[in-house]
């Protein structure tokens, strides 16, 4: 059984940034979002493009955090790291934004359990493809605790992460279990190719890019 690891104070979380952008991937790409990005990271993907996250960051309580995600008047709050689910106060902070009635996506990279989440919350399990290096980190019971309105999202490097995912998809019946994301490696593999491999499968998956990329320079922080 995966765990998390971090437990900080009683309702205190480590936060690198808040921010307020264009949700950039998923089935909810290119709405007004707040983001809360969360300290720490147990994985080291090869193409990490948050590595800011694994040790900046300051202590705010959950009613700190609340307030600054209300200051912006947005609905949707987007929960993500660095690996959220490290710090065990994340599942409060979920908890408490649902409560207030607020939409809450959370992106994990699939290798800590998203069993312990609030239901409310939609989840976004970015299973590591073999290039990202983290493949083994997978935590695959996570399928089990998938629902309708979760993402599973596939980042695909080279050919050999696409077949991986291919397989994978079939393996655990995911088709079945939540929509499916395919995005390619930013600057690792050409978006037209990978948009050619899932046409010429037929494969039922949503093809995306990270907009934010694209809106922005690729290495700006907090948008
Ligand atoms: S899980 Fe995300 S934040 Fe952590 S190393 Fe991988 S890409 Fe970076």
């Not at 707040?34 to 009613?63: H, K, P, Q, S």
């Not at 990329?213 to 948008?223: M, N």
Request: with cysteine; glycine share 6%.
């Amino acid at each position: 059984m995966q765990t998390n690891n971090i437990q900080t104070k009683p309702d205190i979380l480590i936060v690198n940034e808040i921010f307020y952008s264009i949700q950039g991937e998923s089935t909810h790409a290119g709405r007004p979002c707040v983001f809360v990005r969360l300290t720490y990271c147990n994985l080291r993907c090869t193409y990490c493009d948050t590595a800011y996250a694994f040790e900046e960051g300051l202590e705010m309580t959950i009613d700190e955090i609340i307030e600054k995600v209300d200051s912006y008047k947005c609905n949707l709050v987007e929960i993500t790291g660095g690996e959220p689910l490290v710090q065990v106060n994340a599942h409060k902070l979920t908890k408490a934004l649902c409560d207030k009635g607020y939409e809450v996506v959370l992106e994990t990279g699939g290798s800590l359990s998203i069993s312990d989440i609030d239901p409310r919350v939609k989840r976004i399990v970015d299973f590591k493809c073999p290039s990202s290096g983290m493949e083994k980190k997978n935590f695959w019971e996570n399928v089990n605790y998938l629902k309708n309105d979760d993402e599973v999202k596939f980042v695909i490097g080279d050919r050999n992460d696409y077949e991986w995912a291919k397989e994978k998809i079939g393996e655990y019946g995911l088709v079945d279990k939540c929509t499916l994301l395919m995005s390619p490696v930013f600057g690792a593999i050409d978006p037209k190719v990978l948009a050619g491999w899932i046409l010429e499968d037929k494969l039922d998956v949503r093809f995306q890019i990270q907009i934010q990329k694209y809106i922005w320079q690729p290495d700006a922080r907090g948008v």
